[in-house]
């Protein structure tokens, strides 16, 4: 696995505000779907998460805002694995739709693999779930020229 395959969304009406606008919340929205997608494509599916009670939990998420998008268009979100550890996973997400030549969003994300037991705690990711992790991540290319915030890292000790 070298590329993951991009999450499409439709806007729903509700989604649109007084603007005629995607309300901000919602790219959260598509940005959350899009991560369950990343999560079905690395192998950590419903079947996964039902056998091992193991699961993704956001940690931390930035959404910078670049263009509006409107209700008629539909999002694409292109994932990428910036960086991952042992239970960890940065993922970057950039939003595009097809009446705009430039991303109209960038999102970031500090994911934490969980069993979800009695007592949820962090765990390691299954060796061949980390192996397609790490194949994703030695392609990972964010976009020149998107802007960053407060810079999301794993820190190793």
């Given at each position: 696995?070298?590329q ?9 009406p ?86 705009l ?39 990972a290319d964010?976009p020149?020229g ?12």
């Amino acid at each position: 696995m070298r590329q993951l395959t991009p999450y499409r969304v439709a806007i729903e009406p509700g989604w649109i505000d007084y603007n005629g606008h995607l309300r901000d919340a919602y790219y959260g929205v598509a940005f959350s779907l899009a991560i369950d997608d990343l999560m079905d494509q690395v192998g950590l599916d419903a079947a996964y998460r039902a056998r091992t009670r193991g699961t993704l939990y956001t940690m931390e998420m930035h959404c910078h805002f670049l263009r509006e998008v409107k209700a008629q268009d539909e999002l694409s979100i292109r994932m990428i694995v910036l960086d991952a550890d042992h239970k960890r996973l940065l993922a970057g997400g950039v939003f595009t739709c097809a009446r705009l030549a430039e991303p109209v969003a960038a999102a970031e994300a500090m994911l934490l693999h969980v069993r979800q037991d009695e007592t949820p705690a962090s765990v390691p990711f299954p060796a061949e779930i980390a192996a397609r992790i790490d194949a994703l991540r030695s392609d990972a290319d964010w976009p020149a020229g998107l802007p960053g915030s407060r810079k999301l890292e794993i820190r190793r000790r």
